[in-house]
């Protein structure tokens, strides 16, 4: 999200597009803006993030029960089976962890989250689950940018009326020091 009322790049005068000045709101995937006022079709495409992202895992699991019956056709050991199994368990559930805080906070170090996307693309069921649960209540991750949107927006406000008026006016009414040039 943007404190600055313009974005790099960009002339001093007022956008074409009537955006005020101020904290910008921050896109969400899927959504853009619309979290903001819950306008622009967002109930249609929460509906479409949620149905989509079922249908997503839905397919996954299908893929990868055809990789599963390729591993028995293979004929290899029933500890290979096993292993495999228990490793798409483990990693979807740690997907699905990891990507269910990130709708609620920030990363507090944001290379250790990198350092996880391999076993979170291993385990891109759980995120998809998340996805799907979360959709239901609410654009994923929308509380988490509401709040920092509201709070920017908030000092925001603050600092604007806290510097209201002509400074300089504000220096001769405290009037100047005798003796002094």
């Not at 007022?14 to 896109?27: D, L, V």
């Not at 903001?36 to 839905?58: I, K, N, Q």
Request: with cysteine; glycine share 12%; net charge positive.
């Amino acid at each position: 999200m943007s404190e600055n009322s313009e974005a790099p790049g960009t002339s001093s005068a007022a956008p074409s597009g009537g955006t005020t000045p101020g904290p910008q709101p921050e896109p969400l995937r899927f959504f853009g803006t619309t979290w903001v006022d819950h306008d622009g079709g967002y109930g249609l495409r929460r509906a479409a993030v949620t149905a989509g992202s079922l249908a997503a895992a839905v397919a996954s699991c299908l893929v990868l029960r055809f990789a599963y019956q390729g591993l028995e056709i293979a004929e290899v050991d029933s500890l290979v089976g096993v292993l495999v199994v228990l490793m798409f368990a483990v990693c979807s559930a740690i997907a699905f962890r990891k990507t269910w805080e990130g709708f609620t906070r920030r990363p507090a170090d944001p290379s250790a989250d990198d350092r996880l996307r391999g076993l979170k693309s291993i385990g891109f069921i759980g995120s998809l689950l998340a996805y799907f649960i979360r959709s239901f209540r609410e654009a994923p991750g929308e509380k988490l940018r509401r709040t920092e949107y509201e709070t920017a927006l908030a000092r925001y406000t603050k600092r604007r009326s806290s510097r209201t008026g002509n400074p300089a006016a504000r220096k001769g009414a405290k009037g100047k020091r005798a003796g002094r040039r």
